[in-house]
């Protein structure tokens, strides 16, 4: 039996280039030697370009809800009002951890597939003055909603004194991010997205402002003492033993990025989100959400009849091609690609030509052949 080759095209993880790969096959050395400081020095200076910010990223050994978590206990404490943009399971969860600290925790309910109104944010926070801090999600990855992180936060700072904190976890390093240009407080985002490694690193960076919080703020904190770790790196340095492997593929992703050059990278990101609306416009699949709000790393389609999962068995099975379900209410009715981090144009003709064929398989009345004219028209013409 023919062994398919593993066609990842979820919203996290996803795969792994070749040369990062090898990079984290280096051999291993001490955490306080000369290597890691030479590494982390490489590191600390192209990470900040990614996230278009001069402050210092702080790099945790531990998946993205760690930096969540770091984001909450670093900048709010009990009893603090905060508001939180929930449109999503990761909003949610951001919501959750809120709650597990005991803080005021007030959600602002978006309709999963649409993007957030900041009018809605400004009108909260007139009418509560006393918020600390505004939780937002820029790809809300269970949906595939970009949120509009620059206008949300101009919207924070003319209203209040509130910090506004990001999850961009499935968007830095496919999304433009300019968390200084934006006056966003707190960017966190993890390694196993757009980053092109495995789970186990998170970062966060904090604004003046924010670090300025976490000073004055007396939550108690240990592992994810944002600030005790920004003084180890201020010495190419960490306070306890990182994901060393991880950090030695880190290293060649930013070399990739830098090759490449992020607009480059965010442009191509563009462009393959762009194919792959228009093969399922062609196709007559309906899309989640609207031009206006998609992300440039995760599209969500509606398979009619609730279908979804016998769809993604199918494209399964046959081809080794996983795309991801719908979680909670969208469980089974929609598909969600992934199309960022190693992934070009070439691979969305790929997923695109063989989601045809499953969509035939399930027996729906779909054009072969359509889908992929369209994503190339698109890429011939740059969509015009
Ligand atoms: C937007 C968003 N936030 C947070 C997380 C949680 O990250 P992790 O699973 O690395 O803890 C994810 C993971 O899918 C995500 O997509």
């Not at 490489?42 to 990223?57: A, C, M, P, Q, Y």
């Not at 961009?168 to 490694?197: H, N, P, R």
């Not at 050059?261 to 699949?285: P, Q, S, W």
Request: aromatic letters at 6%; proline letters at 4%.
């Amino acid at each position: 039996m023919f062994t398919h080759p593993e066609l990842l095209r979820i919203p996290g993880p996803t795969p792994i280039p070749p040369r990062v790969q090898q990079a984290m096959n280096r051999t291993m050395f001490g955490h306080r030697g000369n290597d890691m400081k030479q590494l982390l020095q490489n590191i600390r200076h192209s990470l900040k370009d990614v996230f278009g910010t001069k402050e210092e990223i702080v790099i945790l050994s531990s998946s993205g809800t760690s930096a969540l978590e770091a984001a909450v206990v670093n900048t709010v404490r009990e009893g603090d009002d905060v508001l939180v943009i929930v449109g999503g399971a990761f909003g949610e969860r951001f919501a959750n951890i809120c709650e597990t600290y005991n803080l005021n925790v007030h959600r602002l309910n978006v309709t999963w597939g649409e993007a957030v109104n900041p009018e809605d944010i400004r009108q909260f926070l007139q009418k509560h003055p006393q918020t600390k801090a505004v939780f937002a999600t820029y790809c809300e990855t269970s949906t595939g909603v970009l949120h509009p992180i620059a206008e949300i936060s101009k919207v924070v700072h003319e209203t209040s004194d509130a910090l506004i904190i990001v999850d961009g976890v499935s968007a830095v390093g496919g999304a433009v991010t300019k968390m200084d240009e934006w006056e966003v407080d707190v960017f966190v985002t993890g390694s196993q997205k757009a980053f092109m490694l495995p789970a186990g690193l998170s970062f966060i960076a904090l604004s003046e402002r924010a670090e300025q919080r976490a000073k004055e703020n007396k939550q108690p904190r240990f592992y994810l003492d944002v600030l005790k770790h920004q003084t180890y790196l201020a010495d190419n340095s960490t306070p306890f033993t990182p994901s060393m492997s991880v950090l030695m593929g880190l290293e060649e992703v930013l070399n990739m990025f830098s090759e490449e050059g992020l607009d480059n990278v965010y442009a191509r990101h563009e462009l393959m989100k762009e194919m792959t609306r228009a093969a399922l416009k062609a196709l007559n699949v309906p899309l989640l959400v609207a031009d206006e709000f998609a992300s440039p790393t995760v599209t969500s389609a509606i398979i009619e009849e609730d279908e979804a999962d016998q769809l993604r068995a199918i494209l399964n099975e046959e081809f080794g091609l996983t795309f991801a379900g719908g979680q909670q209410h969208l469980k089974g009715k929609i598909i969600r690609i992934g199309h960022m981090g190693y992934c070009s144009p070439a691979h969305v003709l790929q997923m695109i030509s063989l989601l045809e064929i499953g969509l035939q398989r399930l027996g729906k009345d779909i054009s072969i052949g359509e889908g992929v004219k369209a994503a190339q028209h698109v890429y011939i013409t740059g969509g015009n």
